[in-house]
């Protein structure tokens, strides 16, 4: 008996130690199993929904001056993130926000004190700091797994470009965004009313635009009776004398035309005529296109303003402009207020300066210049590959008239190289009866064409060959009138016009860049502004090349040469 009862006891003792064992291997289990999430064998869902709401808190571009968000609608509140939340249950924040002219800095802080948004847009500059420095994600198989085939397609297009300048190491460090070729050409825009008033032709010179800035300054195109109209609009602080290689689209109000007429490429590395790299702000036809500028703003031709005026495009709202350069969007920008305020201020824009030999020779662009980076730890790396997937494939959806699409959270453009030249004969053709609108309906990757010409009857008058703003539905379709006015005036000189275009032979930094070319951007930023404005000699030009050389500039040619070769 007594050994039964040994027999038993140890029986016990063994069995309980093995439902302890058991115990403590299904906690590991279970541990693992939270610690470690099996993957899913489902395929990723680029438009999946979350089950439970998510936050992204962003730095985000917020125009003060913008006002066409609808009563009612912030930053954080309209069509965009509602439709965001609606799609895809993501809630989105504000890390912070800052004006045009301050989002930059913004970065830069968030940069150095490695206090990072969830997610952001930032430039190529930003984009290899933060690479260094370690602070972002590595979004190789987010981007093959998320990426919807349509933003897939449209990246494809770029021939390899735009990977390229988002891969390190092998790896996809950002998400690259990926243009319009126009968005790089920057056309004179003209208030048209005020040349017929005057009596006066589109100019097709830089000598005959001098002149139609002139009148428009001195014969009160207006009718107010008041000294107040600008001839030639100038860069505001958010925005620069010309676009350059690293930013080299969507510059607003600054001089490009001029520049490119007289043969002038500064901020573009091209061929000299040895062969060799050589930087377009230091020849001697950039000296002649300054001695140009300098002549037409001490003649008061140019906003005595520029430089130091918050937003240009108060001028153009308020109706004292006349003149400036800008891309083909700028419907989208100060035309829709100032058609508002003055439902005949009839802007056009045009191909114009042209060169001596009579030929419009713009700079170009890359395709490829804004990135949205993910900070390293943060848990939901694909949100911000969804949100763009979103945004691609519904735009056609949003109404520009109650909410620019600067409102579009972490919003990068996706468009194929061709896509305002195709959309713009789509409209023409669908227009003239030639084409019907269910022509274009198979195009994809042209992602506002089904609705562009399926509603271009809705806002354009008749005669539809005539593009005069009386002719246009403003009143009951502005929102529909921004797009297709792009296309059917903002592009119609790149269709109809012979581009002798100029390319820069990079687009990207080089090594010495990194710590030098702050500085040297700096150097020739003041120095071109205070020579233009009559504060330095035009001789200061010879200075400038000289310290741009010694101070890194002539090292820097050298990786750029080595770089292209």
Not at 206 to 232: M, W
Not at 265 to 279: I, K, M, Q, R
Not at 395 to 409: H, Q
Request: glycine residues 6%; hydrophobic residues 35%.
């Amino acid at each position: 008996m007594d050994s039964k009862k040994k027999l038993w006891s140890i029986l016990a003792i063994i069995f309980f130690f093995v439902l302890a064992a058991c115990s403590n291997e299904e906690t590991t289990v279970e541990e693992d199993a939270e610690e470690n999430p099996p993957t899913a064998s489902e395929p990723a869902d680029p438009f999946g929904k979350y089950d439970e709401t998510i936050t992204i808190a962003i730095g985000q571009e917020v125009d003060p001056s913008d006002t066409s968000l609808q009563d009612g609608d912030t930053p954080l509140d309209n069509q965009y993130t509602r439709h965001v939340k609606e799609n895809l249950n993501i809630e989105v924040e504000h890390a912070f926000t800052a004006s045009p002219s301050n989002y930059d800095q913004k970065v830069s802080l968030a940069i150095a004190s490695n206090d990072l948004p969830d997610a952001m847009v930032v430039g190529p500059v930003e984009l290899r700091q933060m690479v260094e420095a370690d602070q972002i994600a590595d979004l190789t198989e987010i981007y093959e797994n998320y990426a919807s085939p349509a933003i897939k397609e449209i990246i494809d297009s770029s021939g390899g470009v735009a990977l390229d300048n988002v891969t390190f190491d092998g790896k996809i460090m950002a998400i690259p965004n990926s243009q319009a070729g126009a968005d790089g050409v920057h056309n004179l825009w003209i208030r048209k009313d005020w040349l017929d008033k005057l009596g006066l032709e589109p100019p097709q010179t830089v000598e005959e635009l001098k002149e139609v800035a002139r009148a428009f300054v001195e014969e009160d195109p207006d009718g107010n009776g008041e000294d107040d109209t600008i001839g030639l609009a100038g860069p505001d602080t958010s925005n620069k004398l010309y676009a350059n290689f690293i930013e080299s689209t969507n510059n607003l109000y600054g001089f490009d035309g001029i520049f490119s007429a007289l043969h002038s490429y500064p901020g573009y590395w091209l061929e000299g005529e040895d062969g060799n790299p050589v930087y377009g702000s230091i020849l001697p036809e950039t000296k002649e296109a300054l001695s140009v500028l300098r002549d037409m703003y001490s003649e008061g031709l140019i906003d005595a303003e520029m430089g130091v005026r918050e937003d240009s495009g108060e001028s153009i709202i308020s109706g004292n402009t006349g003149m400036f350069f800008g891309p083909f969007w700028m419907p989208y920008g100060p035309l829709t207020d100032a058609v508002k305020n003055n439902p005949d201020a009839n802007w056009q824009s045009y191909a114009l300066p042209l060169d001596a030999n009579g030929e419009y020779t713009p700079h170009l662009s890359t395709t490829t210049t804004q990135f949205v980076v993910v900070r390293k730890d943060y848990e939901h790396p694909e949100a911000a590959m969804k949100i763009l997937n979103n945004l691609l494939a519904n735009e056609s959806e949003f109404d520009p008239s109650i909410g620019g699409p600067g409102y579009y959270p972490l919003r990068l453009v996706y468009a194929p190289a061709d896509e305002m030249e195709v959309t713009t004969v789509a409209l023409r053709e669908v227009l003239a009866g030639t084409k019907q609108p269910e022509d274009f309906y198979d195009m994809p990757a042209y992602k506002l064409l089904k609705s562009d010409v399926d509603t271009i009857f809705d806002v354009k008058l008749e005669p539809y060959d005539n593009m005069d703003i009386q002719y246009w539905d403003i009143e009951n379709h502005l929102g529909q009138w921004t797009r297709a006015y792009s296309a059917l005036v903002g592009t119609a000189p790149l269709v109809d016009t012979e581009i002798k275009g100029v390319k820069s032979l990079i687009y990207s930094q080089t090594k010495t860049m990194e710590d030098r070319w702050v500085n040297l951007k700096k150097l020739e930023d003041e120095t071109f502004l205070k020579i233009i404005m009559g504060t330095e000699p035009l001789d200061a030009f010879d200075q400038f090349v000289e310290d741009w050389k010694q101070q890194g500039g002539d090292t820097i040619t050298e990786e750029v040469a080595e770089a292209v070769n």
